[in-house]
């Protein structure tokens, strides 16, 4: 599993750090910081995932096995005679 943390939406509520303080610190402020590269052990998946759906504004993410591993998006599937489908990603319609 790996986690991404969006610093620009952090509000400092620490709930993270709470829940799981060997992913995540807090600065003199209150806001997060990702401790490594966003990796979760197995052992820390619980802990990680409960800072996840506690965090108050989905500042943490869980970043899937193909997302955003340094290689370019897929570019458009080819054009079909079926209705197009929509993909739900981010809260964004695609």
């Known amino acids: 599993m790996r986690i991404r943390l969006d610093r620009t939406i952090c509000d400092g509520f620490g709930v993270c750090a709470k829940h799981a303080p060997k992913h995540f610190s807090l600065d003199d402020w209150g806001y ?3 401790i490594g590269d966003g990796t979760v052990e197995e052992a820390d998946r619980d802990d ?3 800072a996840l759906f506690d965090c108050p504004v989905h500042a943490i ?3 899937g096995d193909n997302e955003f591993d340094g290689e370019a998006r897929p570019g458009p599937a080819a054009a079909t005679e079926e209705a197009p489908v929509f993909e739900a990603r981010w809260g964004y319609a695609q």
Do not use: G
């Open 48 to 50: 990680v995932l409960r």
């Open 32 to 34: 997060a910081s990702l």
């Open 61 to 63: 993410v869980e970043i």
